[in-house]
C-alpha cells in the first residue's frame, strides 16, 4: 500500500501557481519524497524528489515539513500542458522495484 | 523521449490466448521494472529485473511472466488471458547505482492491452 495520502483532484488557474499536497506521516528517516506525473495515459514522468531540504529544478519545487511528515509541490507558473495525474511516493533511496508504489495521486486540472 | 522503448503500442487479442510485451531499456541502465495501469486504477509494480536476474516481484499473477536477455530487452508475457488483464502495460528502466544519481525511473509509453 501507498504510503502517502493526497487529495484526489484540485484545480488551478493557468498562470498561478499550483500547490499540491502529500502527507506522509509514516515516513521513516531513510526514505525520500518523490514526485511523479502522468498526462493521460503516457508513462509517469519524474519531477522531483528531496530527503529533508527543499529542492528547486526547473519544473518544480518541493517543500518538506521539518517534521518530514508532509510536502508540498509547487508548480510556479502553471500551464495547461500541467494538467496531469501527480503522485507522491516516499521510498529508500534503492533499486527495489517494490519500493517504487504508485497510489491514485492528485489529478490536477489548470483552467483558462 | 525517456528512452525506454515499448512494443507494441497496443494490442487486441481474444480471452485465453497469449501475448508478449517488449521493453528495451535506456543505453546503460540494468534495471527493467513492469507496472500495470488497469482502467482508472493506479500503477501496480509487477516484477523488475536487474542485469538479468529477477530483483524484486510484486503483485503479479502467475498466469505472467517474464525476463531479461543478455541485451538487457525484456518481456513480459502473458497467457491464459481474461478480460480483466485489459490495462496498460508500463516498463521502466533505472541506472545502475552510483553516488549521486537521482535514482528516477525511467517510463516507457507503454503497451496498452485489450481482451475481448
Known amino acids: 500500500d501507498a504510503k502517502t495520502t493526497q487529495p484526489p483532484s484540485m484545480d488551478c488557474a493557468e498562470g498561478r501557481a499550483a500547490n499540491l499536497p502529500c502527507n506522509h506521516s ?3 528517516g531513510n526514505e525520500y519524497v518523490y514526485w511523479y506525473r502522468q498526462i493521460h495515459s503516457q508513462g509517469p514522468q519524474y519531477i ?4 529533508k531540504n527543499n529542492e ?3 519544473m518544480a519545487s518541493l517543500i518538506i515539513t521539518e517534521d518530514r511528515k508532509s510536502s508540498t509541490l509547487i508548480l510556479p507558473h502553471a500551464t495547461l500542458r500541467d494538467t496531469a495525474v501527480y503522485y507522491c511516493i516516499v521510498r529508500v533511496e534503492d533499486n527495489y522495484g517494490q519500493n517504487f508504489v504508485f497510489g ?4 490536477l486540472s489548470v483552467l483558462p | 523521449d525517456s528512452g525506454v522503448t515499448q512494443t507494441p503500442k497496443h494490442l487486441i487479442t481474444a480471452t485465453g490466448q497469449r501475448v508478449t510485451l ?3 531499456p535506456r543505453s546503460g541502465d540494468l534495471s527493467v521494472y513492469w507496472y500495470q ?10 516484477i523488475q529485473y536487474y542485469n ?4 524484486a516481484k510484486g503483485n503479479i499473477l502467475e498466469r505472467f511472466s517474464a525476463q531479461q536477455f543478455p541485451d538487457l530487452h525484456s518481456e513480459l508475457n502473458l497467457s491464459s488471458l481474461e478480460l480483466g488483464d485489459s490495462a496498460l502495460y508500463f516498463c521502466a528502466s533505472s541506472e545502475p547505482r552510483l553516488a549521486g544519481d537521482t535514482g528516477e525511473l525511467f517510463f516507457g509509453e507503454g503497451s496498452r492491452l485489450t481482451v475481448l
Open chain 1, 26 to 28: 509514516t515516513i521513516s
Open chain 1, 48 to 51: 522531483i524528489h528531496g530527503l
Open chain 1, 56 to 58: 528547486t529544478n526547473e
Open chain 1, 104 to 107: 491514485p495521486g492528485t489529478r
Open chain 2, 22 to 24: 517488449r521493453c528495451s
Open chain 2, 37 to 46: 495501469q488497469s482502467l482508472d486504477q493506479g500503477l501496480q509494480f509487477l
Open chain 2, 52 to 55: 538479468g536476474e529477477e530483483r
